[in-house]
């Protein structure tokens, strides 16, 4: 898989990554700081992905049109695919973003997405739901 990291965005996931290891072994108002910075770094990020990135910066802006476009069509959801790479193994995966998938149908905005194939060849996607939350 490509990287799409850039430095900056790269160093502040290591020094998040720091921080948590380091979070575990500390208390009281030690703990309290260094959880602070660490919420402010996730804060952060996407920031920093989206101003030093074009692959981000492009995502957003693209996520940003569509999210306009179903104002605009009076939409009450949106499904937003952005394909990242073309060249995928036999067992591709497609990420699902939407914070509502997971619960149970009948519930007001509980919606089940299904993707059967990634391409006109028949290739079977492997679907996963991305807990956004515990990444950023």
């Known amino acids: 898989m490509t990287h799409y990291d850039s430095f ?64 605009t069509y009076k939409c009450n959801d949106l499904v937003i695919g952005f394909h990242i790479e073309d060249n995928y193994s036999q067992n591709p995966s497609v990420g699902i973003a939407y914070p509502r998938l997971l619960d149970q149908f009948g519930t007001p905005g509980a919606m089940n997405i299904i993707i059967d194939v990634m391409d006109g060849n028949g290739v079977p996607a492997h679907p996963q739901n991305l807990p956004l939350n515990e990444l950023m």
């Not at 290591?14 to 309290?32: D, S």
């Not at 660490?38 to 995502?59: A, D, G, K, Q, Y």
Request: no cysteine.
């Open 8 to 71: 900056e965005s790269a160093a502040i996931k290591k020094m998040i990554a720091y921080k948590e290891q380091n979070l575990q072994r500390t208390t009281g108002f030690t703990f309290q700081v260094i959880q602070r910075e660490i919420m402010w770094l996730r804060n952060v990020l996407p920031i920093i992905l989206r101003s030093t990135n074009i692959m981000h910066s492009e995502i957003a802006n693209y996520a940003v049109k569509a999210f306009e476009t179903a104002l």
